[in-house]
């Protein structure tokens, strides 16, 4: 008599860093033994890198392309089921663009340009050398301000000698 698959173990979500190795388990039983595939829900499976046996679905070397949900199916001729998980990869923040000291003239603005990539996309804040007040997007400290790009505004009228440090935080989603 035919039995339709059922799993034994499921895949389950998964974060992992940039350029490691991640895998996903998935064993089914039934009768005749069902056959095991793997889908991407959106895009198609990285096949140069990607490794399947009987309990698992491997990727080596993953980039940020590889986020994404994964679908395993259980097949034979009694019927068929599927389970999926998702792929959150994870990359350290890297600075595109480095604040730079600069020179204005009197009753001109200072702009201090800073950009930085990462998944997740990296919070960019700023503070004072000797302050304890953080400046974050849209935020402000003493008409000091950062745009949404990232941009640190500082307007000569303070009359101030700035020290700026700048800092990367990882955003949690």
């Avoid at 046996?53 to 259980?74: H, K, P």
């Avoid at 919070?123 to 004072?128: I, R, V």
């Avoid at 050398?129 to 303070?158: C, D, K, M």
């Amino acid at each position: 008599m035919d039995v339709r698959p059922q799993f034994t173990i499921v895949p389950s979500n998964t974060s992992t860093l940039l350029g490691s190795d991640v895998s996903l388990a998935c064993v089914a039983r039934g009768d005749p033994p069902p056959e095991i595939t793997w889908k991407r829900q959106r895009g198609t499976l990285p096949l140069k890198r990607a490794h399947f046996d009987e309990e698992r679905f491997l990727i080596s070397n993953v980039s940020i392309e590889d986020q994404g949900a994964y679908t395993c199916v259980a097949e034979n001729k009694a019927g068929s089921v599927s389970s999926s998980a998702f792929i959150s990869v994870l990359a350290l923040p890297e600075f595109v663009v480095v604040p730079q000291n600069v020179e204005i003239q009197p009753n001109s603005t200072a702009y201090f340009g800073c950009e930085a990539v990462g998944s997740p996309m990296p919070t960019l804040f700023w503070s004072k050398e000797g302050s304890h007040s953080v400046i974050f997007q849209a935020s402000g400290l003493e008409n000091i301000r950062v745009t949404s790009e990232g941009t640190l505004q500082v307007p000569f009228y303070l009359n101030v000698c700035l020290i700026i440090r700048f800092y990367i935080q990882i955003q949690k989603k």
